[in-house]
């Protein structure tokens, strides 16, 4: 069964100090790799999409990494600002039955960071 | 940008009424999807349409129904409201249609049912 597990679930650092946080996943054949950010009452927010092991995305403090059985997203240096929620999804690769772009979510891990 | 519009952010109602909740998107996606979103059990999937006039159920569809007569929009039809789908409802839509990738999201409703 395809599944998206993140730690940890939740994450306190203060500004500056720098972290990751960890999305493994099993999936038969992986499609995509995809990034959110969501802040409290709002729509996730799309950050990046990681296709094959090896690939790195950078946006700002964020720096996004893939191996074959998971990803990590690197915050460098966080601000209060970063304080949000972050969303780790797959697709797996289209041949099974009822795939047709649907993504599969992890439950995600809650940063804050205190100035 | 690629703007996911919902009609209401936030949403009352109340126990066996009729929900219509609309969502336009504004890039030509051809995938569109409804979630919910609950504290401790993440994203599910309710329903998703990859073309207009076609629909497939996502992993919690039971009470839940959907419409996409135009490709911009889709709606999500609770029938007879319960108070077990007080939720955050949430529309995405993505450009690839089977291929999919990643997906964009709208503000979201809140509804709640008394």
């Keep these: 069964e395809d599944q998206v597990t993140q730690s940890p679930e939740a ?14 996943y099993t999936v038969s054949g992986l499609r995509g790799l995809f990034w959110y ?16 092991a090896g690939e790195e995305k950078e946006k700002e ?3 996004a990494t893939l191996t074959k059985k998971e990803s990590f997203l690197h915050i460098t240096a966080p601000k209060p600002e970063d304080s949000a929620t972050y969303l780790c999804a797959v697709q797996a690769r289209l041949g099974g039955s009822g795939n047709t772009g649907k993504l599969i979510f992890g439950q995600g891990t809650t940063l804050q960071v205190k100035p | 940008d690629v703007k996911v519009t919902q009609s209401s952010r936030y ?3 109340r126990t066996g009424e009729k929900v219509f909740l609309e969502c336009v998107q504004d890039m030509d ?11 401790g059990l993440g994203l599910r999937l309710i329903y998703f349409s990859y073309d207009v006039k076609m629909k497939e159920k996502g992993d919690i569809p039971e009470g839940y129904s959907v419409s996409r007569e ?38 979201g409703t809140r509804l709640t049912v008394t």
């Design chain 2, 29 to 39: 996606h051809e995938n569109m999807f409804w979630y919910r979103q609950d504290p």
């Design chain 1, 61 to 63: 403090r964020l720096k």
């Design chain 1, 37 to 52: 950010r969501q802040d409290p009452g709002k729509g996730p927010e799309f950050l990046f999409t990681l296709y094959s």
């Design chain 1, 11 to 24: 994450l306190r650092l203060q500004e500056g100090e720098s972290s990751s946080l960890n999305c493994s």
């Design chain 2, 11 to 13: 949403l009352v109602k």
């Design chain 2, 70 to 107: 135009k490709k911009e929009r889709f709606s999500l039809i609770l029938e007879s409201a319960s108070t077990n789908q007080t939720s955050m409802y949430l529309c995405a839509s993505s450009p690839h249609g089977l291929v999919g990738g990643e997906q964009y999201f709208g503000p």
